[in-house]
């Protein structure tokens, strides 16, 4: 899977991935449909969804409402931090202006504090699960409930993919790229883009989590060392 050392027009970087910067050489990539617990949980969401997606859903719609605001806390960065539980490698793209010893640096420090920050949110849903289950009176899915469980599970699978890069069992490539030392730009029409990326499809996403100020309004940014909220 390829990750990408990209940075802003204020200075601020970030890891960047995107399933579709990927290409279908690469292993672990996150193309094949999902197993186990996470292919479980989303197979159950799926169901749920489609509650949710039913114009004369009522109750059930509105609930769905509240699915998506919960999710307006999630960074973008937990799909790259679970598809490293599978991935066969890292290929990690990096600024040639910095040193590969200052990436591996950032690299480092930036999965020690995100396998922390994961760690602590997937405690905090596990013993919110039975509290959310108390829910089930409620008309409709009790997708609340369903909510602290999914979270429970996806926090548990991003520690372990992370645990996976850190122990070396996912080996790491260091790849050197001169258009990685520009910024991220921004078109009027297009929104943020970078040459180096064939699509940035999430870069908007990501970039609203890399800004200082939302360090404020998301103290679990995974780009400050306070953490942020993982819900």
Request: aromatic fraction near 12%.
């Amino acid at each position: 899977m390829n990750v990408y050392y990209l940075s802003t027009q204020d200075g601020q970087r970030f890891f960047y991935y995107d399933a579709s910067e990927s290409g279908s050489n690469q292993p672990g990539a996150g193309a094949s449909k999902s197993t186990g617990l996470r292919g479980w949980a989303e197979g159950k969401w799926n169901t749920i969804q489609k509650g949710m997606d039913d114009p004369n859903g009522g109750v059930t719609r509105r609930i769905g409402r509240v699915w998506n605001w919960l999710h307006s806390f999630s960074h973008p960065d937990e799909t790259m931090l679970v598809q490293l539980g599978s991935a066969n490698e890292v290929v990690l793209h990096y600024p040639a202006s910095l040193s590969i010893d200052r990436v591996q640096k950032d690299w480092k420090r930036y999965l020690k504090r995100r396998s922390r920050s994961h760690a602590f949110w997937m405690g905090v849903n596990a013993v919110a699960l039975p509290f959310g289950t108390l829910l089930a009176i409620l008309p409709g899915p009790n997708v609340i409930g369903f909510w602290f469980f999914y979270r429970a599970i996806y926090h548990f699978l991003a520690v372990r993919g992370v645990r996976r890069v850190r122990r070396g069992t996912v080996p790491t490539r260091w790849r050197a790229e001169g258009s990685l030392d520009a910024p991220i730009s921004h078109d009027a029409n297009r929104g943020p883009s970078h040459e180096a990326l064939a699509a940035g499809a999430k870069l908007g996403d990501y970039l609203h989590w890399s800004r200082p100020k939302d360090s404020a309004t998301h103290p679990e940014n995974p780009n400050s060392d306070a953490g942020r909220p993982g819900g």
